[in-house]
């Protein structure tokens, strides 16, 4: 007869979700069979763990559980029938007890007469699939290599490769672009890739099946991209926006003009107004980077007025009697 589900995975009637999960994802691993090949008893305690995950890891059994429907077995609850055992109408009756596995197992102790498997169609706890799709390469396998390694027992199907970490760095100029990034990876293949709209620095890209093989006959594991963003000559990036700072002269700040200003695109006609100050930021909308809505961010332009190493006498002049006439105070009080 199966145990308590709860008293298995070693938590209380009233753990959560995220409680039962853990401790699943803790047991299963301890226990995995392609860790303790050489010991049965790992492999039965694993059969074990996972039935009881089956039942309190399904929302929908948890409660039928809880309410008495079904017992630790997933079997439902019956009332004696004077045919056998009282809970098992079938009970005695060699042939016909709990399937195809009954039976098979009859001296193993916990799982006594039930013997698990896990099918590649067996979709009533799809926890158990994707957790132990973890355990068997990183959580990127295909689906089809998880079905084939349960339909063949635990253990027994090929592993699947390692996944293949790689640091990519990567331009302004990259994430302005719309073009794909060509990526040479250690294993020798090249792959173009493109980048997410408003890419961040450490955001990580995974391809599947690009990984190490697995030299065991089982699936690729994946290339994981991580991104480094280069630091720019020009640009200081915020966000999606763009900031330059870019130096004008003091006679266009007094008088304003159009001044030439790059971007990642090339160069732009900017207008400096009349009586500009230093520091004044242009707006240039939709010269930026993507956004992750896919609209680009702006380029924000910081004015800095840049005198030369020799000012004329007749300018120094004027700026004496300019301070001795009209003097003003740019800074603000205390």
Same mark, same amino acid.
């Given at each position: 007869?199966?145990?308590?589900?709860?008293?298995?995975?070693g938590?209380?009637?009233?753990?959560?979700?995220?409680?039962?999960?853990?401790?699943?994802?803790?047991?299963?691993?301890?226990?995995?069979?392609?860790?303790?090949?050489?010991?049965?008893?790992?492999?039965?305690?694993?059969?074990?763990?996972?039935?009881?995950?089956?039942?309190?890891?399904?929302?929908?059994?948890?409660r039928?559980?809880d309410?008495?429907?079904i017992?630790a077995?997933?079997?439902?609850?019956?009332?004696?029938?004077?045919?056998?055992?009282e809970?098992?109408?079938?009970?005695?009756? =060699? #042939?016909? %007890?709990?399937? &195809? /596995? *009954? $039976?098979?197992?009859?001296?193993? @102790?916990?799982?006594? +007469?039930?013997?698990?498997?896990?099918?590649?169609?067996?979709?009533?706890?799809?926890?158990?699939?994707?957790?132990?799709?973890?355990?068997?390469? =990183? #959580?990127? %396998?295909s689906? &089809? /290599? *998880? $079905?084939?390694?349960?339909r063949? @027992?635990?253990?027994? +199907?090929?592993?699947?490769?390692?996944?293949?970490?790689?640091?990519?760095?990567?331009t302004?100029?990259?994430?302005a672009?719309?073009?794909?990034?060509?990526?040479?990876?250690?294993?020798?293949?090249?792959?173009?890739?493109?980048?997410?709209?408003?890419?961040?620095?450490d955001?990580?890209?995974?391809?599947?099946?690009?990984?190490?093989?697995?030299?065991?006959?089982?699936?690729?594991?994946?290339?994981?991209?991580?991104?480094?963003?280069?630091?720019?000559?020009?640009?200081?990036?915020?966000?999606?926006?763009?900031?330059?700072?870019l130096?004008?002269?003091?006679?266009?700040?007094?008088?304003g003009?159009?001044?030439?200003a790059?971007?990642?695109?090339?160069?732009?006609?900017?207008?400096?107004?009349?009586?500009?100050?230093g520091?004044?930021?242009?707006?240039?909308?939709?010269?930026?980077?993507?956004?992750?809505?896919?609209?680009?961010?702006?380029?924000?332009v910081?004015?800095?007025?840049?005198?030369?190493?020799?000012?004329?006498?007749?300018?120094?002049?004027?700026?004496?009697?300019?301070?001795?006439?009209?003097?003003?105070?740019?800074?603000?009080?205390?």
């Amino acid at each position: 007869m199966a145990r308590d589900p709860y008293t298995v995975l070693g938590v209380s009637k009233s753990a959560s979700e995220s409680e039962i999960k853990s401790a699943y994802r803790r047991l299963a691993k301890r226990y995995h069979p392609d860790t303790n090949s050489s010991d049965p008893q790992a492999q039965e305690r694993f059969a074990e763990v996972n039935a009881a995950y089956e039942i309190v890891g399904d929302k929908d059994k948890r409660r039928q559980f809880d309410r008495g429907e079904i017992d630790a077995g997933g079997q439902p609850r019956y009332h004696s029938t004077g045919f056998g055992t009282e809970g098992d109408p079938f009970a005695g009756f =060699g #042939g016909f %007890g709990r399937g &195809a /596995g *009954a $039976g098979a197992g009859a001296g193993a @102790g916990g799982n006594r +007469g039930r013997t698990w498997r896990f099918s590649s169609d067996d979709t009533s706890s799809p926890g158990v699939d994707e957790i132990l799709r973890e355990f068997m390469g =990183g #959580g990127g %396998g295909s689906a &089809a /290599g *998880a $079905g084939t390694r349960r339909r063949t @027992g635990f253990g027994q +199907g090929a592993a699947r490769g390692e996944d293949l970490e790689v640091v990519v760095t990567v331009t302004l100029e990259d994430l302005a672009s719309q073009e794909k990034l060509r990526v040479s990876l250690p294993t020798g293949k090249t792959v173009d890739v493109r980048l997410p709209a408003g890419a961040e620095p450490d955001q990580q890209i995974r391809l599947r099946g690009l990984g190490h093989e697995s030299g065991m006959g089982g699936t690729p594991g994946d290339a994981i991209l991580t991104l480094r963003i280069a630091a720019h000559p020009l640009f200081e990036r915020d966000g999606a926006n763009l900031k330059l700072d870019l130096p004008i002269t003091l006679y266009d700040a007094v008088l304003g003009a159009k001044v030439r200003a790059p971007t990642l695109s090339g160069s732009v006609n900017v207008t400096v107004p009349k009586g500009s100050s230093g520091g004044k930021t242009l707006r240039l909308r939709g010269l930026g980077l993507p956004g992750k809505s896919g609209a680009r961010g702006d380029l924000l332009v910081k004015l800095q007025i840049d005198l030369p190493h020799d000012l004329p006498d007749d300018f120094v002049d004027m700026m004496k009697k300019w301070r001795e006439d009209a003097p003003y105070q740019p800074r603000k009080s205390s």
